[in-house]
């Protein structure tokens, strides 16, 4: 019996949907720490997006984004249907739980660095919320993307020969900015949560409501 030939457009087409599933998007893994949290359906998993106050400062996604990353986490066997239960308008939710390969996958990625600064401004904070959700400690990831960010803040302090005025102006403002984060990271790996200052600032509320 001769199997069927596979085409070069398929073949493709199965390259490009593996390469999907075996490398998640930032969404991905936000959505799969959410749903590794408890089981959730992708309304809920919008809404919590939308609603959390330090997640919605770090990332702002459209719902239908929700609803195709859950599509994709279930097809790499990340994420799994827990159950079904009636929705507000008729039609039935779908509730995915993480599967064990999934909390696998989700774990590691919260506790992995950046590798560029520019990835701090929303994946880097995306992790700190969601590990405050769960009431994980950030020193030692704090500590380690210092290290990270160090010899970067480092190599941005040393001028080229020759360097134009724009130039400089562009090196000395990542330079300021890589700098500063550096000085967060070792504030929130000295005092934890939110650091230094965040701790000052909730005793300062707490005895103004008190």
Request: no cysteine.
């Amino acid at each position: 019996m001769m199997r069927p030939q596979i085409t070069a457009t398929r073949a493709m087409g199965i390259l490009i949907v593996t390469m999907r599933l075996n490398r998640l998007s930032l969404l991905d893994q936000i959505v799969l720490a959410l749903v590794a949290e408890s089981p959730r359906h992708g309304f809920d998993v919008a809404e919590n997006l939308a609603t959390d106050e330090a997640l919605s400062l770090a990332v702002t996604v459209r719902r239908p984004l929700v609803y195709r990353a859950l599509d994709d986490l279930a097809a790499a066997g990340l994420i799994t249907v827990a159950r079904r239960e009636p929705g507000s308008r008729g039609a039935n939710r779908v509730v995915y739980r993480a599967t064990p390969k999934g909390r696998r996958v989700n774990t590691t990625w919260l506790n992995s660095v950046v590798s560029h600064p520019r990835d701090a401004r929303i994946e880097l904070l995306a992790k700190f919320a969601l590990r405050s959700r769960r009431g994980l400690p950030h020193q030692r990831l704090a500590a380690a993307q210092r290290r990270v960010f160090e010899p970067i803040a480092a190599a941005l302090s040393r001028s080229p020969s020759g360097e134009s005025p724009a130039a400089a102006l562009v090196r000395r403002w990542r330079r300021e900015s890589v700098t500063a984060m550096v000085a967060l990271l070792a504030d929130l790996e000295k005092n934890g949560a939110g650091g230094r200052r965040g701790a000052s600032r909730s005793r300062r509320t707490a005895s103004a409501k008190g």
